[in-house]
């Protein structure tokens, strides 16, 4: 980004790539702004420095074309707030229509609607995203240039993501250069001890990355609903709990490093619902038609006493079912003793960067709070991230 601001970007179209993907409640408003708090610093300095700006970026997953209720306007005006200057959001339709004519003046901010409402964006094929990603060019005129900045989405061979990246001089902005810095830092020379706390509700989702992590940590805390496959993997019966049965063999060989940590005691309840019965029970006597929804005090207790002697600490997926108070204390705890503790912190972004928020945790108690999910979790893996891979080439 400085280098691209130092080169002299005053009245020269700039497309950014952002990840604005924020959860929506059900009357379209934004309930975690965090995305795109950490999206404008790039967007201001380039803003500031003269660019015509141009985000580009998604929301959710539209099905085979435009979904009024997928479109980015909320972000729009957010993003305007927080830039203390409106953000036009410019339909496709329109910026289509009016290639390399969008009407900018130096400084301004747009947005074009959901770039995925095209579905040439995800598409496999390399032509129709190089195809979509021409378009994009063009309305970079003779001297555009490419911003990526949206560290959540770079895990995605997409045409704003990676195409345009081809096509035009292309740079890593703020926020990309910032999460990779704290994820090197993660995969090359962590202090040690080490301890990595996962969660979230699928274990087959998490495989690869404990995989992965399992020889450079120290500890590895397993709540969530992907902990009960790791019970029964130990012989435990786990009720009408969350159960991948296809992943046991998986954890059982994964539970023979030593490393990982289960919960001891478990909350339980009869129905999925804030308004279920509800009991603490040792994590090896779940009973039938029980389903456990978050860990138990005890666990939280073993858990906060681990991370109280670490040095570094990478956090991925809550606890439990946060979002229903009576499932909320599990991932409560455990955040809080991350804040406590004197570690090197990075929050692994989604659901659990979501949870530090709404659970009104101190975002400043964390050394790092990532805005990428997947993302995260694949640079971790060790995989190759297509958005990043481009802009080493
Ligand atoms: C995310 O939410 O992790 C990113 O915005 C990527 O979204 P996707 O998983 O739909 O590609």
Redesign the pocket.
């Given at each position: 980004l400085d280098d691209l601001i130092d080169e002299g970007v005053e009245g020269r179209p700039v497309l950014v790539r952002s990840?604005l993907?924020v959860p929506l409640d059900d009357a379209g408003e934004i309930t975690d702004d965090g995305r795109i708090r950490a999206s404008v610093h790039t967007i201001s300095e380039l803003s500031g420095a003269g660019a015509q700006v141009i985000i580009v970026a998604?929301l959710g997953?539209p099905k085979g074309g435009p979904d009024p209720a997928l479109s980015l306007a909320p972000a729009a005006s957010r993003l305007g707030e927080l830039l203390g200057a409106p953000v036009r959001l410019i339909s496709q339709k329109h910026w289509d229509a009016g290639r390399g004519d969008l009407g900018m003046a130096a400084g301004d901010v747009v947005m074009l609607e959901n770039i995925r409402f095209d579905p040439r964006e995800t598409s496999k094929n390399d032509d129709d995203r190089a195809a979509l990603a021409d378009e994009l060019v063009a309305l970079t005129g003779d001297d555009g240039a490419f911003v990526s900045d949206g560290f959540?989405?770079v895990h995605?061979k997409q045409a704003s993501v990676y195409d345009v990246a081809q096509d035009l001089p292309a740079y890593a902005g703020g926020l990309v250069l910032s999460e990779v810095g704290v994820l090197r830092a993660l995969t090359e020379a962590p202090k040690r001890p080490y301890v990595v706390v996962l969660g979230g509700s699928k274990v087959s989702d998490k495989l690869a990355v404990i995989e992965a992590l399992l020889p450079k940590v120290d500890a590895l805390l397993v709540g969530g609903g992907m902990c009960f496959t790791f019970l029964a993997a130990q012989g435990y019966g786990v009720g009408d709990s969350l159960l991948e049965r296809e992943q046991i063999g998986s954890c059982r060989t994964l539970l023979e490093s030593g490393k990982i940590v289960l919960p001891t005691d478990v909350v339980v309840a009869d129905d999925f619902s804030a308004e279920a019965n509800t009991r603490t029970v040792a994590a090896d006597a779940i009973p039938d038609g029980w389903k456990g929804l978050d860990i138990g005090p005890e666990s939280v207790a073993a858990f906060a006493e681990v991370l109280s002697g670490a040095a570094t600490v990478f956090w991925n997926g809550p606890m439990g079912v946060f979002e229903l108070a009576p499932f909320a204390e599990g991932t409560r705890g455990v955040a809080q003793a991350i804040v406590d503790s004197s570690a090197f912190s990075v929050v692994g972004g989604?659901d659990s960067a979501a949870a530090v928020r709404a659970l009104g945790l101190p975002e400043d108690g964390f050394s790092h709070i990532s805005t990428?999910?997947?993302?995260s979790l694949e640079y971790l893996e060790g995989k190759t991230l297509p958005g990043i891979a481009v802009l080493e080439q």
């Open positions: 990840d993907n998604h997953r959540g989405v995605r989604g990428g999910g997947g993302a």
